[in-house]
């Protein structure tokens, strides 16, 4: 069965310093990686998503993500983070070879401090 | 830029009542999914569907629960007989492929309290 680790509920950076969530997984085979965003009562916002090829992807809003498969990971990175930032970013796995199924870390809240 | 669209965004119900939660899926896609997030909880999935089947459900999708498409646009969940601990934020999703990698475009949610 796949699963996904968020190790930190929170993360506390002020505004302009680098930020960190980190996301570890589990899953048979190669994993598709995802990271979603959700700000207060919204849906969750797609950010970016690994598939295969180059280990540092990029996506939306200046975010950008490592894959690391050696080390089960896929932290996600904002060189400086903006006070609009603060939101709950959800870690997600699915693996290539079957299985449509979607599992989410528990979340991490970040909060940027001006 | 087309989105997922869910109603109601928040439904008070008793318990033992009949639930019907709405969604309009993005037009083009295929796959469709209900997860749910229970206050201060991590997002769980419930239930995926394709070609007017489930294609696969998490042990949370029992008997209580169905899904349908019952029209070209349309995708909806049912809970027959809520429970207090059905209270939670469902949220529907569709995709272009199901084992590819493309993303879940997820709709805003509906709030679900059973009192």
């Known amino acids: 069965a796949q699963s996904v680790a968020q190790p930190e509920d929170q993360v506390n950076v002020a505004e302009g310093n680098p930020l960190t969530v980190k996301c570890t997984y589990s899953v048979s085979g190669n994993p598709y990686l995802f990271w979603y965003v959700q700000y207060p009562n919204r849906g969750l916002q797609f950010l970016l998503k690994y598939i295969t090829g180059d280990n540092l992807v990029k996506g939306s809003y200046g975010f950008e993500a490592e894959f690391n498969k050696s080390q089960t990971s896929f932290h996600l990175k904002k060189p400086s983070a903006l006070v609009s930032d603060s939101a709950l970013y959800f870690c997600a796995v699915r693996p290539q070879a079957a299985g449509n199924k979607l599992t989410f870390g528990g979340g991490t809240r970040v909060l940027v401090k001006p | 830029e087309p989105e997922v669209t869910q109603t109601p965004s928040h439904q008070v119900t008793q318990m033992g009542q009949e639930v019907i939660l709405r969604c309009v899926p993005i037009s083009n896609h295929l796959y469709f999914y209900w997860y749910r997030q229970i206050l201060g909880q991590k997002v769980e999935f419930l239930v995926s569907f394709y070609n007017n089947e489930i294609s696969e459900k998490s042990e949370i999708f029992d008997d209580q629960f169905s899904v349908e498409r019952p029209d070209g646009s349309n995708f909806t969940l049912k809970i027959r007989s809520t429970k207090l601990e059905d209270s939670a934020m469902y949220f529907c999703?569709?995709?272009?492929?199901?084992?590819?990698?493309?993303?879940?475009?997820f709709g805003e949610g509906s709030r679900l309290t059973v009192l």
């Open positions: 999703a569709s995709s272009t492929g199901g084992r590819g990698p493309g993303e879940l475009f």
